[in-house]
């Protein structure tokens, strides 16, 4: 008979009790062989009750988002937890550099450095691209006012405007003209330690290209469609956005992708893990890549795609990250979410047309997350609330999130 194997001590990075990042936690906690610490910079008593009973450790910092506190507070976690961590992680873009410098000083198993820097410095990434034969905008790095104007001379107007180093769309900013560049940068002054990223601007359907990738073999990905792109979504406040996840993504509209976007993972270097890319299609078919994260998708798409699969992808990545292990799994259903953002200004006073909507979609709806009333906005592109839908059929799903994003509103006052 042959021993239990000893479980896995997992160090999981929880900077701020975000609902996100606490569900990710939750999945890794519920894990068997495994044995989990958070780090936080928020006290112990942040972290709900049913996760706190879970965990073997905890251990609080100064700033769960620079490697020296998070090393000082891996040490400490080990020392609670029989003196070795064997996995770091966390779900933050802006973690994901820090947490692998922190791997490489305690020689923990996983992305380094060097790799991660491929991801998150967007211009970096995209001097990969361009010198691999990955398709990308044409970029520049500027330092000061006439670095840009420069680029701007070069390509042309409008631009994208934004730091090297985001998430998401937060901090990006399209500009149509000189003025507006100009104004943006005197608004932001770049310094040479602080540049900013300019990129020409690609017209056409911007989509999402989502992978799992195990031991260097992509083995896993999924496509969803945007309506509208993130940038307008950031650039009007009002508009209600939806993702749609088509059920059959085999097909020969998106094989292309599926080659460009195996290929610029290849080129960055992924080796193990779940990883959020966004890419256009061009009016005259050509493709583009935007940017990639290793990490997986925010914005629900985490949700979105446990819905479609049918399967726990919280507790899916969470295997993946720690035993590296992910069962593909088949894809029955079409899923896709609206957001549903604020209409005026001030608190949250009323929802209108939720119950009609409920009564015509019925059962398509999964899963749904409303404001109260009183609440605040939440400023953020995700809006004060979302529905997600699931059926069998695209169609039905598609059409559900047009009447959805057009019937619901989230009165402000």
Known sequence: MHPAPSPLHAAFVVPFALETSLRFARAAASLPQVRLGILSQEPLE????????????????????????????????????????????????????????????????????????????????????????????????????????????????????????????????????????????????????????????????????????????????????????????????????????????????????????????????????????????????SIAVSEVAARPPGAQFTTLLSAAHNVDFYRAWAQLMIHEEFDVPARPFSAGAVFLRGQGEGQVAAIHGLEKVRKELGDVIFEERLPRVGQLPSGSYDGEGWLILRHPETKVVEQGLARAASEVRIQLG
């Open 46 to 285: 942040r972290i709900p009750a049913e996760l706190r009973e879970k965990i073997s450790a905890f251990e609080r910092v100064p700033d769960a988002l620079d490697a020296h506190s998070l090393e000082q507070g891996v040490r400490g976690l080990a020392r609670g937890m029989g003196g070795r961590i064997d996995r770091l992680l966390g779900v933050l873009e802006q973690l994901q550099v820090p947490l692998a410098q922190v791997r490489e000083r305690l020689n923990i198993r996983g992305m380094d450095a060097r790799e991660a820097l491929g991801f998150r410095d967007k211009s970096h990434m995209k001097e990969i691209f361009r010198a691999s034969g990955v398709p990308c905008a044409r970029h520049a790095l500027a330092s000061d006012l006439p670095q840009a104007l420069a680029f701007a001379g070069e390509v042309g107007y409008p631009l994208i405007v934004k730091p090297p180093a985001g998430a998401g769309s937060r901090n990006t900013f399209r500009v149509d003209d000189r003025t507006q560049l100009t104004s943006n940068l005197h608004a932001l002054p770049p310094s040479p330690t602080q540049p900013v990223l300019l990129e020409e601007f690609i017209s056409g359907r911007e989509h999402s290209f989502d992978t799992v990738t195990v031991a260097g073999k992509h083995v896993f990905h999924s496509i969803s469609v945007y309506t509208p792109g993130p940038l307008e979504v950031m650039r009007t406040p009002w508009i209600q956005w939806t993702v749609l996840l088509p059920r059959n993504i085999d097909t020969p509209e998106y094989a292309p992708m599926v080659e460009i976007g195996r290929k610029a993972l290849d080129v960055l270097g992924m080796h193990t893990g779940m990883s959020h890319m966004e890419w256009f299609r061009r009016p005259n078919g």
